[in-house]
C-alpha cells in the first residue's frame, strides 16, 4: 500500500468509499475482517475498465475480421450479412436479426483453434486504433482503474474480470494491461471441441454460442468458475446490476460501484441513450440497492494513461 | 523449496521425473525456463488426489443424501429409482438407465441454492467416514500428492483440480484439504440460475446437467476456466487421457503423470477392471505419448497422512 494510493481518483465519496472498504475488510482484528482468499473482486470490463464508446472494442474487431474476410473471399462479402454489414445496411441487418448477428460472430470468432485465435487478436490490438480517439484499445483503459487494481491487488484481493465481451479477446491483453491473467477472465464463449489429429492436440472454437456473459448470466457464470460470492464489484450498465446486487447480498462488508459516463469532455457522456449497453434501471436503484455512484466527471482526475504508456 | 521435497515420495524414476521438470522450468537462465504465469498444473481428483475405492467419494455422499431424504419423505422411499437404489436393486437401476442415475443427483445435489449445498457438503465431509479405511474422506487424501501439491506451489505453480466430480463437492474442502480454491476447481456441474427475492439474493442449482467433465470434456472445461494450456497434468485413468495429451502437446516442457492403482496392501489394486473409471487406453499408449506412468507401489513410501491429521 503506498501513501498516495489511488492518485488519479480525486478526494471524494467513491475514493472514500474505497480506502475505507478496503482498510475495514484489512484490519486483522477489526469486525469486517475478510481472510484474504475471501477477498474476490469482480470487474466488468467494457464502459468499466476501458472505453466501449461509440460502440464496443468487439464490433470493431468483428468489423475489421469482417473486411479481411471480405477481402479474401468476395463470395461472403455478396452474401448476408456481410453484405448489409459491410454496406453499414442497417435496415437489412436489422430484418436479419439475431441469427443474422450471431453469423457475423461466428465467422469472425470461430472456425479456427483458441492458440490461433489468440494471434490473431494479439496482433489487432497492437495494431487497431480507436478512430476518434487515436489510440490502440489497450491504451483506452481507465487509468483511475488500473490504480484501483493494483491497489486492491496490494491488499490481497484477487480480481476478475465478467465481462458481455468475447472471453478469449479480453484473455489476448488482460495479462499486459491490467494484471489479470487468462483463468481471471469470465466472459462470452463459444462452443469448444477436443480435437487431436495430424494438426496437433487443440481446442477448437466453434460456430455456436456457448454463453452470453451479461445480467444475469453474469452471475451464474460467477456461480460456476469463482465458486463464491464476491465482495467487490463494479460495473457501469444494467449489464452489472445482477452482479452488483449478488455481491451486495452477501453478509460482512461489501462495495459496489457505477462508473457514470458524465463526461463528455475528456471521454464520452452517455446512460439510457446507449443501446449497445444502457444504463437506466442501476441508475435509478442504486440508493436503494446500496450501490455507489462514480461520476467520472469528479471522481476521475485523469481519465487514460499518458498517451506514451504501452 | 526444501532441502528434501516430497519426502512420502522415494527415490526412482517418477520422482526423477518431478524434480527434473521443475528444475528445468524454474532454472531462470535455461532453454526450458516457463514464466511464472505459464506454470500451470492440472490434477484430476478421484484416485489421484484422494481414494476412489470401492467407488467415488460422491456415490458415498449421494447414497447418504438419498437415505437422508427418504427418511424425511417415505413417498420419495417407494418411488423409483430411490427405491431400487436404497434397496440395492441394481437390475432395476440398471434397466432405469442414465435417466436413473441424473434423477438420483439431481434429487440430492440440487433444489437449493450454492450456499445451502456448501453447508450439506462440508458438514458430511467432516463426519463421513469410509466404511473400510475408517477415516473422513478428507484424510485419504494421498499424502505424496499433498507433498506434490506444495512443492508445485513453492515454485511458483497455479494448481487446478479437473474432475468427473461435482464441482460443488471438491470446492467444499479443496482449500482446507489441498490449499486449492474453489476457483481453482474445474469439474461436473449443474445448470446454476440467478434469483433474486424475498429470500435473497442467491444462486440455484438447478436439476438440469451442465457439464460431465470427463475425458474431452476436461480439456474443453480447461479452455473455459483457465484459457491456456497446463504444462503439468496428473491423472489415472482413461478419463484423463485427453488433458494428459492436451499438457503433453504444448510447445516447451512439459510433463503428464499417470498415477497406477497397484497397492492392494497399502490402499487398491485395480485398473481396466474398475467400471466407473477405467484406465487400459492410457496406460497402453502412456510411451507412445510421453507419459510418465507412476506405480502406487513402488513411488509412494507412505500413502495417506498419519490417521491424526485433520
Known amino acids: 500500500m503506498t501513501d ?23 484490519a486483522e482484528n477489526g469486525p469486517d475482517h475478510v481472510p484474504q482468499p475471501e477477498r474476490i473482486a469482480v470487474f466488468d470490463n467494457d464502459g468499466t475498465l476501458w472505453c466501449e464508446q461509440p460502440y464496443q472494442v468487439q464490433v ?152 452470453f456473459d451479461d445480467r444475469e448470466e453474469k452471475v451464474v457464470n460467477i456461480g460456476l468458475h469463482i465458486g463464491r460470492r464476491p465482495i467487490f464489484c463494479f460495473g457501469n450498465s444494467d449489464g452489472d446490476l445482477a452482479m452488483l446486487r449478488y455481491t451486495l447480498a452477501g453478509k460482512g462488508a461489501r462495495l459496489g460501484l457505477l462508473l457514470h459516463h458524465d463526461d463528455a469532455e475528456r471521454e464520452f457522456a452517455y446512460d439510457r441513450d446507449f443501446p449497445l449497453s444502457p444504463l437506466v434501471e442501476a441508475l435509478e436503484k442504486a440508493d436503494a440497492y446500496g450501490i455507489t455512484v462514480v461520476s467520472m466527471q469528479n471522481a476521475w482526475s485523469t481519465v487514460f494513461p499518458d498517451a506514451a504508456a504501452p
Open 4 to 26: 498516495h494510493p489511488l492518485p488519479s481518483w480525486r478526494n471524494g465519496p467513491a475514493r472514500t468509499a474505497i480506502l475505507d472498504f478496503v482498510a475495514r475488510v484489512t
Open 60 to 211: 470493431f474487431f468483428l468489423t475489421d475480421r469482417v473486411r479481411e474476410l471480405a477481402a479474401k473471399d468476395p463470395a461472403l462479402a455478396a452474401r448476408q450479412p456481410f453484405k448489409a454489414f459491410l454496406e453499414g445496411d442497417h435496415a437489412t441487418l436489422h430484418a436479419l436479426g439475431k441469427q443474422g448477428i450471431q453469423e457475423l460472430f461466428f465467422a469472425t470468432h470461430a472456425g479456427m483453434t483458441e492458440d490461433e485465435f489468440a494471434v490473431l487478436a494479439r496482433d489487432w490490438l497492437a495494431r487497431a486504433k480507436h478512430p476518434k480517439l487515436g489510440r490502440t484499445f489497450p491504451q483506452l483503459t481507465y487509468q483511475p482503474q488500473l490504480e484501483l487494481l493494483d491497489f486492491l491487488r496490494a491488499n490481497g484481493f484477487k480480481i476478475f474480470v465478467a465481462s458481455g465481451g468475447g472471453m478469449d479477446l479480453i484473455r489476448a491483453f488482460s495479462e499486459d494491461t491490467y494484471g489479470i491473467p487468462p483463468e481471471q477472465i469470465i466472459g462470452s464463449s463459444m462452443k469448444l471441441r477436443f480435437e487431436a489429429g495430424d494438426a496437433g492436440v487443440s481446442i477448437v472454437k466453434l460456430g455456436e454460442l456457448n454463453s
